[in-house]
């Protein structure tokens, strides 16, 4: 149980067009939702918080604008890359909760490449 | 604000010999404390946690971990390591209050040798 789908799994765009990342629980409802960025070879940096039907809460430092998350449902989060560039590759991965408020469950993450 | 360190950036275990990873956190209170794995190019994959109640925590594929709270850490362990558990360990802190979010330490890297 408390399995995290991302779609797609890989995904390289041009400079300045949009990307949206899909984040699905498939087996629970999940109440909330956290998007992260990893750069390679360091941590999971929480980018923003996202509760259904709310609007998310960012993290300091990070473009709202830019990042756009959207929790329209218990079972699934988007993110959508605004304007991407180049400084934007990362691999962006996201994390439910719902099986007890204190566990996030992971996604596979998505690798997104701006060239 | 709560803070996680793992001091080892990289571990090499021999194949069939034991392991411990080390995590200390800081945090006023008794923190929920989580160990995850993550394989290359994949997200993560919760091992144990710890919320409360016995300090020794079983996890998944023969890992464990004990919280000392007098030494504000939370070590992982496995009595022998398989090839397969070669990967990158993180330890995660949450504020025990309902949803939380995770603070996580830099990760350390488990290299196993033949």
């Known amino acids: 149980g408390a399995v995290v789908s991302q779609h797609p799994s890989w995904v390289i765009c041009k400079s300045g067009t949009s990307v949206k990342i899909e984040c699905r629980s498939l087996d629970f409802q999940a109440t909330t939702m956290f998007w992260y960025r990893q750069f390679p070879k360091q941590s999971l940096m929480l980018m923003a918080t996202?509760?259904?039907?709310?609007?998310?809460?960012?993290e300091q430092g990070v473009e709202k604008d830019k990042f756009l998350i959207n929790h329209a449902s218990l079972t699934l989060s988007t993110l959508t890359v605004t304007s991407a560039h180049p400084e934007d590759s990362s691999f962006y991965i996201c994390s439910g909760t719902g099986q007890g408020p204190e566990t996030q469950y992971f996604g596979p993450g998505t690798r997104l490449l701006v060239l | 604000a709560q803070s996680v360190t793992q001091p080892d950036i990289h571990i090499t275990v021999s194949e069939g010999a034991s392991l411990e990873l080390r995590c200390n956190y800081s945090y006023g209170a008794t923190p929920y404390l989580f160990w995850y794995v993550q394989s290359p190019g994949q997200g993560l994959q919760l091992l144990l946690k710890y919320f409360s109640g016995d300090t020794l925590v079983q996890g998944i594929k023969g890992f464990e971990a004990e919280f000392k709270r007098s030494q504000s850490s939370f070590n992982l362990r496995k009595p022998s390591v398989h090839w397969s558990d070669a990967a990158e360990y993180f330890c995660a802190v949450g504020l025990n209050s309902g949803y939380s979010t995770l603070t996580f330490g830099k990760g350390t890297m488990l290299l196993v040798s033949p």
């Open positions: 996202s509760n259904e039907g709310s609007k998310a809460t960012y």
